[in-house]
């Protein structure tokens, strides 16, 4: 059981290259995250997808896309990269309980510079 | 809207020295509460959570009450060791909806030296 996995864990792009940041998951949750971390910003959500199939915008989802592959695997990718998307992402999964809150599980992170 | 404020950082504590990081929040309706913590190089991982207004949370030797009436969730341990070193993020679930998003505080960066 690996939980939550991503993958490339550090990747460095020019300005303007596109790539591809991939998630799964083996708990079969029904939701999953996509998130940039940022010094002294915390936590800031890019893109959700509540079920396979469905996918919504978070708080900064500008300059991003999202794929809902299937219920294991939640990609983000980002068309034309720019500096300003330097960040840590974090992908997490979980099965959402109205009466007991959402824990997430996430994964280990990839750490992206763009140059 | 939703939001976590957390006490800024960093917090540096001696071994076995008594740890408070204050956590309020403002929400509609009676959210979930959640501590997660980060350590160096990894991913965030839940530490505790409350669900409903007077819960206690516990796990590890850190707790924290949810109270509804000071819209606060402070996490607290009553000796931390070197191994608590880490980032610690004070969260919440809005009860409305369906999506279980969560919104974070900015986290709190503790260091305990021996």
């Known amino acids: 059981n690996a939980g939550v996995t991503q993958t490339p864990k550090f990747q460095v792009l020019k300005t303007g290259q596109s790539m591809t940041l991939q998630c799964a998951q083996d708990m079969n949750h029904n939701s999953m995250y996509w998130y940039r971390q940022d010094p002294g910003m915390g936590l800031r959500l890019i893109y959700y997808s509540a079920s396979e199939g469905t996918t919504d915008k978070g708080e900064v989802p500008n300059g991003y896309n999202v794929s809902r592959l299937n219920k294991r695997e939640f990609s983000l990718r980002l068309e034309s990269a720019a500096p300003s998307q330097t960040s840590v992402y974090f992908c997490a999964s979980s099965d959402y309980d109205r009466g007991a809150g959402s824990t997430q599980y996430f994964g280990p992170g990839t750490r992206l510079t763009v140059l | 809207g939703n939001s976590v404020t957390q006490m800024e950082g960093p917090v540096t504590l001696s071994e076995e020295a008594f740890l408070t990081i204050n956590c309020t929040y403002t929400a509609t309706g009676y959210p979930s509460l959640f501590w997660y913590v980060q350590y160096p190089g990894e991913g965030l991982q839940l530490l505790l959570k409350a669900t409903k207004a007077d819960d206690k949370g516990s796990n590890k030797g850190f707790e924290a009450t949810y109270r509804k009436e000071t819209t606060s969730f402070h996490l607290e341990k009553g000796s931390v060791q070197v191994s608590d070193s880490a980032v610690y993020f004070c969260?919440?679930?809005?009860?409305?909806?369906?999506?279980?998003?969560?919104?974070f505080g900015q986290g709190t960066t503790l260091q305990v030296k021996p």
């Open positions: 969260a919440l679930t809005p009860r409305s909806g369906n999506t279980g998003k969560l919104i």
